[in-house]
């Protein structure tokens, strides 16, 4: 495993079924953060989300961590523009899998959040239907207020090489 290897995010549903699978470059592997850089290939472009514009072809940053219920994109405008903001999903901790494969489960929470610091949560309602244990939903609950607060707080910024920070930020 080399930094500039080329890997295979695969994303799946609550019930693991794959939902989408895309190339992407490994930047950095420093337990417990996987760093990727891809560019967006959407079904349709532009899409608009929580008030973010993605389009085909803008720069993405994607961290995934193996001790975290969440994931983060950072987005940028095409492939040398200014940054466009962030969403995050809550998911299960990402886990390796042989071939240069990444995994993680979706489990519908989403957040976005706006350069400027105005954050919007999506698809809770889905969320609280989910069938999971009360750990499990704790767990992913107290991750998830976690990276609120590091929005929140600036700590976030994966260009920068700022990631939230472990336990309590």
Known sequence: MRDGETW??????????????WSARLV???SPLWLFEAHLVLP???????????ENGDRVLEAYFTDRWYNILELYEGSHGPLKGWYA???RPARRLPDNRLEY??????????P???MVELDRE??????????????ALQ???????????GYVHLARGMVPPSGEA
């Open 116 to 118: 400027h610091g105005d």
């Open 8 to 21: 295979r995010i695969v994303k799946r549903d609550p019930m693991g079924r794959v939902l989408f699978q």
């Open 126 to 139: 889905a969320f609280e239907h989910l069938d999971l244990s009360p750990e499990e939903r704790r767990r």
């Open 44 to 54: 349709r472009s532009p899409m608009w989300v929580g008030g973010l514009r993605m």
């Open 143 to 153: 991750d998830w207020e976690r990276l609120q607060r590091a929005f929140r707080l």
């Open 105 to 114: 489960v979706d489990l519908h929470l989403d957040l976005v959040v706006h």
């Open 89 to 91: 999903n809550l998911s």
């Open 28 to 30: 950095l592997q420093h």
